[in-house]
């Protein structure tokens, strides 16, 4: 099974356009994650601003999102991520972080922001989960109907 059709897609990532300056020391996948940015509460503010969207890629680290506007905060959100179901028919698991964003770019060739988050701290056993979605979808992008690094470079 290769997460087709459950809202994922599995590439594992080796190398960055940045070369020496991409810092990232754990490895990441090219993963469509649904997911929910909740922002802390201020004061004047009637509630807790939240958006919805998906991931680019993610590691047991952090995430990156691409966005229509710019959402970049600082300081810290709470994360949510509905992770795919590890089989058919099993119930989706959601893993919940606080995280802090630590970027946001503007990408003219996606025409939208690149926005990246740190995972923090955990809440219950969500390292456990996520660490099992991301190595249960990388071990199966070796199969043939995975998306190609090339597809998903052009993508993210």
Avoid at 23 to 48: N, T
Avoid at 61 to 82: K, M, P, R
Wanted: charged share 25%.
């Amino acid at each position: 099974m290769n997460g087709e059709g459950m809202g994922m897609k599995a590439v594992k990532t080796t190398s960055s356009p940045w070369g020496r300056a991409d810092r990232r020391v754990v490895p990441r996948g090219r993963l469509e994650i649904k997911l929910a940015l909740i922002y802390p509460e201020r004061a004047g503010r009637p509630s807790r601003p939240m958006f919805n969207g998906k991931t680019c890629d993610i590691s047991m680290s952090g995430v990156s999102i691409v966005v229509d506007y710019n959402i970049f905060q600082e300081g810290e959100v709470a994360l949510a991520l509905a992770l795919p179901p590890p089989r058919a028919g099993a119930a989706r698991k959601v893993v919940t972080s606080t995280a802090e964003m630590t970027y946001a770019i503007y990408s003219s060739k996606l025409q939208a922001y690149k926005i990246g988050l740190a995972f923090r701290k955990f809440r219950g056993n969500g390292k456990a989960l996520l660490e099992a979605a991301l190595r249960n979808a990388l071990n199966a992008e070796a199969e043939p109907e995975c998306e190609t690094p090339t597809d998903a470079d052009q993508r993210c």
